[in-house]
Structure formats: C-alpha cells, structure tokens
T-cell receptor, first 115, second 110 residues
C-alpha cells in the first residue's frame, strides 16, 4: 500500500493567481498521476508525472496551465496557473505501487475555489 | 460517448435491502475492472477488483459481462455505512491509464 500526503487540503484563491499542490508518498512509486474532479463528475486525468522528465499531459490540459514537477520517486507538485473560477475543482494526486495489483491510491484531495 | 458510464442514482434503500447497479464501458480492449468507493469529501478507495468469473467480498458481489461490456455491483444486507458513491473504473490492456465513471450514489437509510 501507499500513504499519500497531499496539501493544501483546501484553498480559496483570487483569479489570476497560481496555487501549487504538493503530493508526498511514503514509499518510492513508479507511477504518479494528477486528476481533477468537478462536482458530480468523474475523475479526469490531467497528466502523468514522470520522474526526471516532463509530464505527459492528456488532451485538453497543457503544461503552461498545469506545470508539474517530479524531482524524485516520492514527491510531485501540480501548479494551477493564472486561475479562473472555472478551475474551481478538487485536485487529486494518485499513485500505483505495484503494476501487478493495479490498485491506485489517492491523496486526500485539494478543494480549490477560485473567486 | 463517455468511456465509462454509470447510472448516477441516487439509490435510496432501507437498511438490510439489496441494491445493485451497472456500469458500461466503451473500449472493447478493456482488461482490468474495479469498483472504487468514494465517501463525501474524501478520496476514492479501492472496494474490489472485478474478475471474469465474478467475485464476492463479503456482502459485495461484482460481475463482468464482456460480451455486453458491462460490470455490476450488488450489495446485500445494506448497512448505513455503505452510503457512498461507487465509482466504476476500467483500464485497457494496452494502456496504463484508468478511466473513471462519474459514480453511482447509494444512500442507505435507517
């Protein structure tokens, strides 16, 4: 299993500003992901955080808006840049420890409100 | 068409009742199937994997129908603590990414 510490748990931000969300895992993991979950909707994958290289973004998400860092196998950050009210959502960090079991573990989520 | 579709519910059932719901997936190459549980304002957590032959875990039974591309979850003898949103999750054989349904909300009342 994996224990994930994600922070902040929530924030209220002014439009035009940026917020960086941190995800710390208690063990080294190969795969780390960032998701967005809007109210009443499914989790949408933003990107796969790659250790030592640029993240792999999904369609509709770009690096300028959602820069991601992954300096090592236990830590990643997601920045939501130049925020607008449409960015209000829950952002979740996720990891997979073992490809055999394929269980995904999630951080507690960051509830972001942009005003 | 969404990759994974679920009846959003809500399913409002009394304690002790049986509740069942389905999820359909569009990618015929899907290989791995899961049910996750998400409590209000919490992160998703794995409830159970779904195997081809169907599987049980206590009061929970999951079934997979590859021909019709759907999976189901049945909860027997519902408890108040079963109230949650149940997410259907699918992975294709040629992909590491997970596809999530929007969730089915179950409310068990006393």
């Amino acid at each position: 299993s994996a224990v994930i510490s994600q922070k902040p748990s929530r924030d209220i931000c002014q439009r035009g500003t940026s917020l960086t969300i941190q995800c710390q895992v208690d063990s080294q993991v190969t795969m780390m992901f960032w998701y967005r979950q809007q109210p009443g909707q499914s989790l949408t994958l933003i990107a796969t955080a790659n250790q030592g290289s640029e993240a792999t973004y999904e369609s509709g998400f770009v690096i300028d808006k959602f820069p991601i860092s992954r300096p090592n196998l236990t830590f990643s950050t997601l920045t939501v840049s130049n925020m607008s009210p449409e960015d209000s959502s829950i952002y979740l960090c996720s990891v997979e420890v073992d490809r055999e079991t394929t269980e995904a573990f999630f951080g507690q989520g960051t509830r972001l409100t942009v005003v | 068409r969404k990759e994974v579709e679920q009846d959003p519910g809500p399913f409002n059932v009394p304690e002790g009742a049986t509740v069942a719901f389905n999820c359909t997936y569009s990618n015929s190459a899907s290989q791995s199937f899961f049910w996750y549980r998400q409590d209000c304002r919490k992160e998703p957590k794995l409830l159970m994997s779904v195997y081809s032959s169907g599987n049980e875990d206590g009061r929970f039974t999951a079934q997979l129908n590859r021909a019709s591309q759907y999976i189901s979850l049945l909860i027997r003898d519902s408890k108040l603590s079963d109230s949650a949103t149940y997410l259907c999750v699918v992975r294709a054989s040629n992909d590491y990414k997970l596809s999530f349904g929007a969730g089915t909300t179950v409310t068990v009342r006393a």
